[in-house]
């Protein structure tokens, strides 16, 4: 059933249009994801289906009867209510009679209490960003929406709540449309790829890999297109320059024809090239970086970090992975000597020159300028041992030089990021401290992230929910497991799933409710690891199981099946990577990335049923 449909819409603040006859359908049971660049305009879309836009031209059409609800990306101002009552608000926006909507209000606020397990007295300006984005989150699935619009929903969030969300959607019955560029998730969710681009909304249909895809084989398209428009309208500017003579038999109607395209060379919206900064690297630090033996920080039976060793050379890339409040900031201020443990100790290595990327406390004065926020109001800074003019080394971070004057609160979530790595980036280190860097980036600047901390020639530490970035960035990882206990992994997000002896329990669904009916945590309470207030089932006693003569022949032939996988794998990766496959076979680079999404799902599934095998042969 058709829920909400936009047609040939036009917003436009200012000289600059958002959105061009922009046209949109959704039905439901689709999950489409918006696509596009910071500051193109996708939150002032969901504005516009909300009712909080009006459309310059065009019309917003919703189902009548119909329930929207809306997670917006900027968490709502902090207020004393308790948490109850912000839930139950969300309720009582569910069509129905009165007394249908409070008795759905009471149900729906007590059941998201109980997956939240917090005390519903708690005030909501108690509660941390991360806590207030789940509670909001709650409040919009409290009015059982028909429409549901998520504004970059895994923003401030932990692994654990991002994949419990995911559980959520994906059993959404209703229409969702939703902001993000957290890969994974979008991924998982997505069914469906819209994208806002240069004022125009464009339906790639299919999953984000299919997108990727595409889209570079479009762009392609595209530059060849405009190169050869250029080339003709340079040589009809050349043909109206010249002499008395051409003049003379000048024709007319190729007066005109150039004319229009020199109209159309004005119109056009040029496509927003890629970061090109790189990151500012000092003289290398001493081999080793930190090493940690036996360090516990916080006192009583529950530390926030208990019996913690670990060393960091020169090189290292380490992730940090843990729920919100377990401790991960903490860690890092203990490495860097901001804070010092309460036992054990901490070795600093010699040399070493720190840029510390850190969104909670590098804020941003709304009221100054671009300018002001990178260089304190001069027209140079020094950026790798010389001066550059900010203009120039600002629109290497995509800020064009009208803009550097311009307030920094006109900016939107992203392009506030973009403008803190560039004022991060222009600082010489040997060690870069990141604690999540990529909220709010939109996908081609996460890739030039990657490609910049991927190159980058000193120690990283980096702190982040965006399991795709993880994977691709760092060597080990430090996770947080409870108790205040913290163990390395090689590799990152997916190696660390693979490699950990138990799932670590979630916070969420029946877990919590055993919690809740254990005892009730509040916020202040919640500051230590989230993983140790889950009541676990007590372990069955090993036994030894001999496998049976079937499952005995599939484990036997398993590892060759997997290695002829791998080997696929590896073909298709080659494939898809190389730039020539986009030009030249773009068909078949379609189907070796679906594919290869196929096979990923199967490798997946041959290694858990390979550990399954061999978990039961095991005492």
Excluded at 148 to 166: C, R, S
Excluded at 211 to 223: I, S, W
Excluded at 288 to 297: S, Y
Aim: with cysteine.
């Amino acid at each position: 059933m058709l829920q909400l449909r936009l047609d040939a819409v036009d917003l436009r603040f200012g000289l600059r249009p958002l959105l061009e006859r922009g046209s949109l359908a959704l039905e439901a049971g689709e999950r489409v994801c918006l696509l596009g660049r910071n500051g193109e305009g996708k939150s002032s879309l969901l504005r516009l289906i909300t009712g909080e836009l009006a459309p310059d031209a065009g019309s917003v059409w919703i189902r009548p009867g119909a329930v929207v609800a809306c997670l917006a990306q900027e968490v709502a101002a902090p207020t004393d209510q308790p948490v109850h009552t912000v839930i139950r608000e969300g309720a009582l926006a569910a069509a129905g009679s009165p007394e249908e909507r409070d008795w759905r209000a009471a149900l729906a606020a007590d059941r998201a209490l109980a997956e939240l397990n917090i005390d519903p007295a708690t005030p909501f300006s108690a509660l941390s960003g991360g806590w207030r984005r789940r509670v909001m989150l709650a409040r919009a699935l409290a009015a059982s929406p028909d429409v549901l619009l998520l504004d970059e929903p895994t923003n401030h969030l932990d692994v654990d709540a991002i994949e419990a969300m995911e559980r959520v959607l994906a059993e959404f019955g209703g229409a969702l449309l939703f902001v993000s560029h957290d890969r994974a998730f979008l991924r998982r969710i997505a069914t469906r790829i819209v994208e806002l681009d240069r004022g125009a909304l464009r339906d790639w249909g299919g999953s984000y890999d299919d997108y990727v895809l595409r889209k570079r084989a479009a762009l392609d398209a595209e530059a060849r297109r405009e190169a050869l428009f250029d080339k003709k309208l340079a040589q009809e500017e050349a043909w109206i320059r010249q002499g008395v003579e051409a003049r003379r038999t000048r024709n007319e109607g190729r007066v005109r024809a150039l004319e229009q395209l020199r109209r159309e060379r004005r119109e056009r919206r040029e496509h927003i090239g890629r970061v090109e900064a790189t990151l500012a690297s000092a003289a290398p630090s001493g081999r080793l970086v930190f090493e940690a033996r036996g360090v516990t920080h916080g006192f009583g039976a529950a530390p926030v970090i208990a019996d913690f060793s670990v060393r960091v050379m020169r090189g290292d890339r380490i992730g940090i992975i843990g729920a919100n409040g377990c401790g991960k900031s903490t860690l890092v201020r203990l490495l860097l000597g901001e804070i010092e443990p309460t036992a054990g100790e901490i070795r600093r290595g010699t040399g070493l020159d720190v840029a510390y990327f850190d969104q909670q406390r590098a804020q941003l004065d709304p009221d100054a300028t671009l300018m002001e926020a990178v260089a304190d109001g001069a027209e140079t800074i020094t950026v790798g041992g010389r001066a550059r003019h900010v203009a120039g080394y600002l629109r290497e971070f995509l800020f064009p030089p009208e803009r550097l004057r311009a307030p920094i609160g006109m900016l939107s979530g992203g392009e506030r990021n973009r403008l803190l790595l560039a004022r991060l980036f222009a600082r010489p280190s040997n060690l870069l401290v990141m604690d999540e860097p990529t909220n709010d980036l939109d996908a081609e600047t996460l890739d030039v992230l990657e490609e910049w901390v991927t190159e980058y020639p000193g120690t990283l530490l980096l702190v982040s929910h965006d399991r795709a970035f993880l994977d691709n960035v760092v060597t080990s990882t430090l996770v947080f497991e409870g108790g205040g206990r913290i163990r390395e992994y090689v590799g990152g997000y997916s190696d660390w799933l693979r490699q950990r002896p138990a799932p670590v329990a979630s916070r969420t669904a029946a877990a919590v409710r055993v919690t809740a009916a254990a005892e009730r945590v509040t916020p202040a309470a919640a500051t230590g690891t989230a993983v140790d207030r889950v009541v676990a089932a007590p372990a069955a006693p090993a036994r030894v199981r001999k496998l049976s003569y079937k499952d005995q022949r599939e484990l036997d032939a398993l590892p060759a099946r997997i290695e002829a996988l791998e080997a696929r794998q590896a073909l298709l990766h080659a494939l898809v990577a190389d730039p020539a496959s986009y030009r030249e076979r773009a068909e078949e680079a379609l189907r070796a990335a679906n594919e290869l999404r196929e096979l990923d799902a199967e490798l997946e599934s041959a290694y858990a049923r390979w550990e399954a095998l061999e978990a039961a042969r095991s005492p």
